[in-house]
């Protein structure tokens, strides 16, 4: 009897201390730490997009926005952890508009040329979307976003002027072989190339979407999203713009992407969408031009590749940035109900893992909600943009870095 | 006598504020997409014929040869080679962008305006017949020349268009007989050479509207001659398209680089009602000009959206209750 006790009590013993280091194994995947660098609030009131790049110099330069007054580029030194204000739209410009004449926004993507020059470009905020008053209404009307080029090595920064009349400028890639800036205007979504070589712009039409990100392939041609079901390209071969029909293959139904990142050999565009259910993947060796659809050029094939969120989760949430890591993965937050959680998708296994629900160091209760833009160093470590917002203690409009996190093994 | 002032007072702003209310116009904007590719879609001319069908054409351009298509309610849009043989077509010019021409009201004669302003006429099977060189030049413009984009008629067929300093000319298309007129589309000094015809709708009584690239808009009478000034209804420049439908004028201006708004004049109580930027039913604004605008027999506007993705689009107006 004694030995049936002394049993029973060593199984009951060890199923205790298997199931709590079980839920400790399980606590400890759940969370992914990430240093908290928020930007100086002189330089913005509380946001900013997806206006952000690691230089050649390896320090991050962070767009910011401040609405109904001047934006700024800064510049976060990953070294000294200190941030130097780059740009002040408005000082450099010379231009004092207010509200919706203001350049208010450094909303594209940051662009590295090969010899370092960072490029950064300025839009319109405090919108009025529907009447517009700043096209013919308003005396003043708002300029038209400049282009600026900042030099590192001498610290130079030269305004390259107004793309479009009295629109904005988003998007953001870059032809570092041909020496091409592509952009496209707001609110009028036309596709502009700035010829860097001959400071030159050519417009090429509309695009019909607003693409916050846009990728370049490793044949130098840009996508984006356009009308609904369409991935607009543009062919420096030809100098054209097509609007492909997309196709799906896999499970689900197609949601325009917000996030579109090129692969490590540039032959794929991973994406996900606000709300998206899947992670995308569109294999750029399938675009065909026998049309199928009569208002289109061609056609593209996407593959849902996978669940954009975690298991444990029943539905998606906000996917509104992503980056490509160092080992090829394609790294995007998912905010869930007001948790943020750290995803990715590893094209070599084809898989969607969650990394955990991200948290701060040293500031357990805050909440990273909103990324708005993110970008990986030569080292892995990802660096991601925050708003100013949370679900309790608000987080303030900060750089968060998770350290090495995509670094190559 | 304070409480018959009061109530006086009370009475007269109801029915102002009832007045006013009957003011406010609805606006109903479909797209209607066209089945043709990016940079292909960039309708510039609209008519309709006697059986209801409408038919547009598309200009070329570095992307596309020239385009003819009809348009059906219940078949949709099908592009078509050529127009009927009881309609002239004479390819150079109804797919030249660059030139402003129309039909004459028997469809059997192109009347154009050429790059150098020249009143051309073209017959079938002719070759274009020159009548009278009408534009100005414009200061300080590499291609100066003051051409009108538009033509007006009148209830008789004869057709109007203005050429230097804004001056009207009146053609006979039968006779080819071309009038210099007194009057003058309406500038401020020194602008001039910028009053050109944008557009311009006849309305049921006869009385053409005009619509200036500097924005403003006037009623000319054919008969008298007379041309009014009604003003500026927008801060832009440009008039885009102006149809006559329900005793009122519809317009769409703005300039190519702004954004167009819509609206109304009403010849009486000769009030602009101004409408703002053009929305679809789901509330999305409208950012590319609008080409050409037509009203179809059953009352409906038709017109097109320019540029690489260039659409169809039906207005709906009326006054809400």
Request: charged fraction near 20%.
């Amino acid at each position: 009897m004694n030995g049936f006790i002394q049993k029973t009590y060593w199984i009951f013993v060890s199923v205790f201390i298997f199931t709590i280091a079980g839920l400790t194994q399980q606590y400890k995947q759940q969370y992914i730490e990430c240093e908290m660098f928020p930007i100086p609030e002189s330089t913005h009131n509380g946001s900013g997009y997806t206006a952000i790049e690691v230089g050649k110099d390896g320090n991050i330069y962070v767009g910011t926005a401040y609405y109904g007054s001047s934006a700024h580029l800064v510049r976060f030194n990953v070294r000294t952890l200190k941030w130097d204000d780059i740009i002040d739209a408005h000082k450099i410009t010379r231009e004092t508009g207010t509200g919706l004449d203001s350049q208010s926004k450094f909303h594209a993507k940051i662009l590295v040329d090969a010899n370092g020059i960072i490029w950064a470009a300025t839009k319109q905020g405090n919108e009025n979307f529907i009447d517009r008053p700043e096209f013919g209404e308003n005396s003043t009307g708002y300029p038209g976003g400049h282009l600026f080029s900042f030099d590192p090595k001498t610290n130079q920064v030269i305004d390259h002027g107004i793309l479009r009349k009295q629109e904005g400028i988003m998007g953001g890639s870059i032809d570092r072989k041909r020496r091409k800036l592509y952009y496209w205007s707001d609110p009028k979504q036309h596709f502009l190339i700035y010829d860097i070589e001959t400071g030159s712009v050519k417009d090429l039409g509309t695009i019909g979407g607003s693409p916050r990100y846009t990728a370049i392939d490793w044949k130098g041609r840009v996508f984006g999203t356009g009308r609904p079901g369409i991935i607009w390209m543009y062919d420096p071969e030809t100098d054209k713009l097509y609007d492909l029909f997309v196709k799906l293959e896999g499970p689900g139904q197609y949601k325009d992407p917000y996030v579109m990142v090129s692969s490590l050999d540039g032959r794929k565009i991973f994406a996900c969408a606000i709300g998206g259910e899947y992670v995308m993947e569109f294999d750029l060796d399938t675009i065909s031009f026998a049309s199928e659809t009569s208002d289109t050029d061609g056609s593209i094939i996407c593959r849902h590749v996978g669940k954009s969120y975690p298991e444990n989760e029943k539905k998606p949430g906000d996917q509104h940035a992503g980056v490509l890591g160092k080992d090829g993965c394609f790294y995007f937050p998912n905010v869930i109900d007001k948790t943020p959680y750290l995803m990715k998708y590893n094209p070599e296994d084809g898989k969607v893992v969650c990394l955990g629900i991200i948290t701060v160091k040293g500031n357990p209760d805050l909440r990273p909600l909103y990324a708005q833009g993110a970008c990986t160093t030569s080292d892995g470590t990802i660096y991601m943009k925050f708003i100013s917002a949370g679900g309790g203690k608000q987080m303030p409009y900060s750089i968060v870095r998770f350290n090495k996190l995509s670094a190559k093994r | 006598m304070k409480k018959v002032f009061f109530i006086t007072s009370f009475i007269l702003l109801i029915a102002s504020s009832l007045s006013f209310c009957e003011g406010i116009m609805k606006f109903d904007l479909d797209i209607i997409n066209i089945p043709f590719p990016p940079y292909q879609r960039n309708v510039t001319k609209l008519f309709e014929t006697q059986n209801g069908l409408i038919y547009g054409i598309i200009p070329s351009s570095q992307s596309c040869s020239g385009k003819i298509f009809y348009f059906d309610r219940n078949a949709g849009i099908h592009q078509i080679q050529r127009l009927g043989d009881d309609v002239v077509q004479v390819d150079s010019i109804i797919f030249n962008p660059d030139i402003t021409w129309t039909w004459d009201k028997t469809f059997k004669k192109i009347i154009a305006i050429d790059a150098s302003g020249t009143l051309v006429v073209y017959e079938k099977n002719g070759p274009g017949k020159e009548i009278l060189k009408i534009a100005g030049t414009r200061p300080f413009e590499n291609q100066g020349f003051q051409i009108s984009r538009a033509f007006a008629s009148d209830t008789h067929g004869n057709l109007y268009t203005a050429g230097k300093n804004g001056i009207l000319f009146k053609i006979n298309p039968e006779t080819l007989e071309v009038r210099k007129l007194e009057a003058r589309l309406p500038a401020i000094k020194g602008r001039e050479p910028w009053a050109s015809l944008d557009a311009a709708t006849t309305g049921s009584d006869g009385i053409i509207y005009l619509g200036t690239f500097d924005g403003y808009i006037a009623s000319f009478n054919p008969e008298t001659g007379t041309l009014v000034n009604l003003g500026k209804p927008l801060r832009q420049q440009r008039i885009q398209a102006l149809v006559f439908l329900n005793g009122v004028v519809f317009g769409i201006g703005g300039e190519p680089d702004g954004l167009a708004r819509w609206f109304v004049y009403d010849p009486l109580t000769r009030n602009f009602q101004l409408g703002g930027t053009l929305k679809n039913k789901e509330n999305r604004l409208i950012y590319e000009p609008v080409n050409t605008m037509i009203v179809t027999k059953e009352g409906e506007i038709i017109g097109s959206f320019s540029g690489r993705l260039g659409c169809l689009f039906t207005i709906k107006i009326g006054k809400e209750k």
